[in-house]
């Protein structure tokens, strides 16, 4: 782990963020007026399942910081940015998620910056907090190249970016996400056979891709590299009003379509979704064929579907916000989750999945769904386990996608191209 102290930090950078619109939403709900979760607001709700003693404590914790959170406007990142170095001879993360012994062991994460300037309020790393300063690494650059210069003759998939957005302000202004890409092209022309590979899970859109630094775009860098690279977008179902919201800073889906359809025009391969999050209420058969319509309009093949995952003190924000525009939902959310028989459906830390038949029963509509749109799913291994999944999905789909890395079949299965 690196330590604090051998960061050597700068001045604050103020930003510009790209998506500026949606900055006060959250703020500016007429009459939104969150509450205390507790077991009286849960039966007058008419919530039918039973929380147990700490899951009920955990909700009311989470109302109480997010009524706080609300007051002081703290709830979504503050477009600053300090910048640091990190010590080279930190190690890079493997990526792996879970512990069922399936998930790859050779895919590394790039991590550029502490935090993330998107702010969505479920977010997966920080389970909803976004009041510590952003801090992004300058030297990332040179740090990825000492790795990728130690790897040269490895299997490797570098993850950019598992913990943070690959193609945010705090990347994108500085130039830091741009020089990585270069670091990569270079160690392309001084090894033209390394096996190293390009990971990309994105909620960018085109502004994103097209943003130039020194006169290179990040589209102009992927596609001096495109055969090097994978580019899933991640896009998650839930209705537009409700995303705004959640993802104060994150392109619009459009836009995040069409910079899946740029990189494809340059040779890049990226014809597949990270559904994610998924968002149990709001699962019905118009919307998942709307889901799947959209992204079919993107050339896209498969998808990988995560529902929400959420630390009960997260729900409680997530819950109030869906029961602002329609309290039966909200009704509907926490008996998703709050089921005492539920509470070890945990994927990773607290983070909590919908109860497991809800699961089951909600990914075999959305296979049916998408298979009427000529779509493949691909299922994370762990989700293959929990709900017992193994009869109706097999681990590597028709299209050759398997859990979150169709990358990883490239080594694995020959004729994924
Ligand atoms: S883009 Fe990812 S890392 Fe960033 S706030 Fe959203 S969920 Fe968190």
Redesign the pocket.
């Known amino acids: 782990m690196m330590s604090q102290k051998s960061l050597i930090q700068n001045d604050v950078i103020e930003l510009n963020n790209l998506n500026q619109q949606n900055k006060d939403n959250i703020y500016n709900l007429p009459n939104f007026n969150p509450q205390i979760i507790n077991q009286k607001y849960l039966d007058t709700l008419g919530v039918v399942v039973q929380p147990d003693e700490i899951t009920l404590k955990k909700l009311e914790m989470g109302s109480s910081t997010f009524i706080k959170q609300l007051q002081t406007r703290s709830l979504i990142p503050e477009p600053r940015l300090t910048e640091m170095d990190i010590p080279v001879e930190t190690p890079l993360p493997v990526h792996n998620y879970t512990s069922t012994g399936h998930c790859p062991g050779n895919i590394l994460e790039l991590n550029p910056v502490q935090g993330?300037?998107?702010?969505?309020l479920?977010?997966?790393?920080?389970d909803g907090k976004?009041n510590q300063p952003l801090v992004a690494f300058k030297n990332y650059p040179k740090y990825v190249r000492s790795h990728l210069e130690a790897n040269k003759d490895k299997r490797y998939w570098y993850y950019l970016?598992a913990?943070?957005?690959a193609f945010?302000e705090p990347t994108l202004e500085t130039g830091i996400v741009h020089n990585i890409l270069l670091e990569f092209i270079q160690h392309y022309e001084k090894h033209p056979d390394s096996p190293a590979r390009l990971y990309l899970v994105t909620?960018a859109g085109t502004k994103q891709l097209l943003f130039k630094h020194q006169g290179n775009s990040i589209l102009d860098l992927l596609s001096e590299i495109p055969d090097r690279v994978q580019y899933n977008p991640?896009i998650g179902l839930m209705p537009e009003t409700v995303r705004i919201i959640l993802?104060p800073y994150?392109a619009p889906i459009q836009e995040r379509l069409d910079a899946v359809l740029l990189c494809q025009q340059v040779g890049i391969d990226s014809n597949s979704v990270l559904a994610q999050p998924i968002i149990g209420p709001y699962l019905s058969l118009e919307t998942m064929s709307d889901y799947f319509s959209k992204i079919k309009s993107a050339n896209i093949i498969n998808y990988k579907p995560e529902f929400l995952t959420l630390c009960m003190e997260n729900l409680a924000m997530i819950g109030q916000i869906i029961g602002y525009f329609d309290r039966a939902l909200e009704k509907s959310i926490y008996e998703q989750y709050i089921a005492h028989d539920n509470q070890n459906h945990r994927k990773q830390r607290e983070r909590t999945a919908p109860h497991k038949t809800f699961s089951y029963a909600k990914l075999m509509e959305l296979k049916e769904v998408g298979e009427s749109f000529g779509l493949t799913m691909s299922v994370c291994f762990w989700v293959r386990e929990q709900i017992d999944l193994a009869k109706d999905l097999p681990v590597i789909n028709n299209n050759g996608f398997c859990c979150d890395f169709p990358l990883w079949n490239r080594f694995r299965v020959p004729n994924h191209t």
């Open positions: 993330c300037n998107v702010g969505c479920y977010c997966l790393v920080t976004h970016s913990k943070t957005e945010q909620k991640s993802e994150a």
